[in-house]
């Protein structure tokens, strides 16, 4: 691996950078940082973050991972409705796993969601990476809505999302955003190591 490429690019990239951008990223990291403490601050700081890759992924054609950030904003406002109002006798919603049924829609779903979407974009659109620009939207668009349900698959779905949006957004000359995705790889690990642990105790503290 040229490292030394990869830091000249990283140096161009923060260059190049928009200050749009640049706010995107940090609240970008400011979302997942609280969705990993259980911080209902996830959804306000995910919500400036999205709303900004929306115009910021149309500059750069990036279709599909634009219409994900709008489904994020929608997301973002109907989990924030689901961590608010907990069911009766829980002071806060549980982190739990998803059930065998559970995961099957889940997978029905990321299947579904990446057809349309490589269909959309090799039908009505000019972009040049409509295999990895589905594929990411797909998996994000899992992750937001299992993140929304508070199960612990959502940072499973989170970690391959940001692992193949790496090489992609750095391929789209977004060096800033793909760095930002490699931290986003290593807080989903830790995410998950933290979900986890919190889903253990829950499950024994009503077994």
């Known amino acids: 691996m040229d490292w030394q490429y990869i830091i000249e690019g990283i140096e161009s990239g923060i260059a190049a950078m928009s200050w749009l951008e640049g706010i995107a990223v940090v609240f970008g990291l400011a979302s997942v940082y609280y969705s990993i403490k259980e911080n209902i601050l996830v959804f306000p700081t995910g919500i400036v973050s999205t709303l900004i890759y929306v115009w910021i992924c149309l500059q750069v054609k990036l279709y599909a991972d634009m219409g994900i950030n709008a489904y994020y904003f929608s997301m973002s406002i109907y989990g924030w409705y689901i961590w608010s109002n907990p069911k009766p006798g829980n002071a806060v919603v549980p982190i739990t ?71 992609l ?39």
Not at 197 to 205: G, P, Q
Request: charged share 15%; hydrophobic share 55%; glycine share 4%.
């Open 97 to 167: 796993w998803l059930t065998k049924s559970g995961i099957f829609q889940s997978l029905a779903l990321w299947v579904f969601s990446y057809l349309a979407l490589y269909y959309v974009l090799i039908s009505f659109t000019d972009s040049d990476v409509p295999y990895w620009d589905s594929f990411t939207t797909s998996s994000a668009f899992v992750g937001m809505w299992l993140m929304a349900k508070k199960k612990v698959e959502n940072w499973i779905a989170w970690i391959v999302t940001d692992l193949v949006s790496i090489p």
């Open 169 to 207: 957004y750095f391929y789209k000359g977004l060096v800033l955003t793909s760095f930002q995705f490699f931290v986003f790889t290593v807080l989903a690990i830790l995410g998950l190591i933290a979900w986890v642990k919190a889903a253990k105790n829950y499950a024994k503290d009503n077994a």
